[in-house]
């Protein structure tokens, strides 16, 4: 295993149990505790994990948001799986809205090279990454959160008032049956807000990680969606409320 690999799935090991010790990181990847303390030591230092007594922590919570860089690194087989279901939604002269984020930017990434549709985003990382096909790109402008990469705030809201999608790839970061869609961010989530409004159909790509969480702000309720792209399982209350709400699940891609 490469070190840029290793270091990957410490924090997708980190992450999905919120928290890991040294000793079970050690044996799980199969390398000494003296290299996973020095890779522990560099994630913290670029804000991908906190080291604790032992161990590490995520850095996230209900009011505390990951860095683009932490989520880039999670999941991404999952994300790449959603990512190859979504692109089944495309079709020629569609205008399609890519929610900025790491599991949209698999999406932007396996979308055909023909100059079928036109691509609206606010990421302009993902902007860069549709630009290198054929087809139109447009960005919404405004202000560009460093956190996540993302444009928001007046300019980006007009630009949003303005317009209309025939479809939307939408990411959340929480996924709760009471809460519905959350967010850390007020602006992001009014900028998710307009995105649903303004889109004709609304396909929720999200991993298994974001089941079952609540964040701070609440941008979308399950009605709200009619798609939902998933590698995680849905059963129980989840399911019953997505499939009450109308939602079509597309669920276990990937495994």
Do not use: C, W
Not at 94 to 121: E, H, R
Not at 218 to 229: M, P, T, Y
Not at 243 to 250: R, T
Request: proline share 2%; charged share 30%; glycine share 8%.
């Amino acid at each position: 295993m490469l070190p840029a690999e290793r270091k990957r799935r410490i924090v997708e090991l980190v992450s999905e149990s919120d928290g890991r010790s040294v000793e079970a990181l050690a044996s799980e990847l199969g390398y000494s505790k003296a290299t996973i303390r020095r890779d522990l030591r560099k994630l913290e230092d670029r804000g991908l994990i906190e080291r604790s007594h032992g161990g590490a922590v995520p850095v996230t919570s209900v009011g505390r948001e990951q860095t683009y860089g932490q989520k880039e690194v999670q999941h991404l087989d999952a994300k790449r799986a959603i990512a190859e279901h979504a692109t089944e939604e495309l079709a020629n002269g569609q205008v399609v809205f890519f929610d900025a984020g790491t599991t949209t930017i698999q999406i932007a990434k396996q979308v055909p090279n023909d100059g079928g549709i036109l691509g609206v985003t606010n990421s302009p990382r993902l902007a860069i990454e549709l630009n290198e096909e054929d087809n139109e790109v447009k960005l919404t402008g405004g202000t560009l959160r460093r956190r996540t990469r993302s444009l928001v705030g007046p300019t980006a809201e007009s630009f949003m008032q303005r317009t209309n999608f025939d479809l939307l790839f939408l990411g959340t970061n929480a996924i709760d049956v009471e809460s519905g869609l959350t967010t850390p961010n007020e602006d992001e989530a009014r900028m998710k807000e307009l995105m649903v409004e303004k889109a004709a159909r609304v396909v929720l790509v999200a991993d298994e990680s974001k089941l079952g969480r609540r964040s701070f702000v609440q941008f979308a309720s399950f009605e709200d969606v009619d798609r939902f792209i998933t590698d995680a399982v849905i059963d129980g209350e989840t399911r019953d409320e997505l499939e009450n709400a109308g939602v079509d699940i597309v669920d276990g891609v990937g495994r």
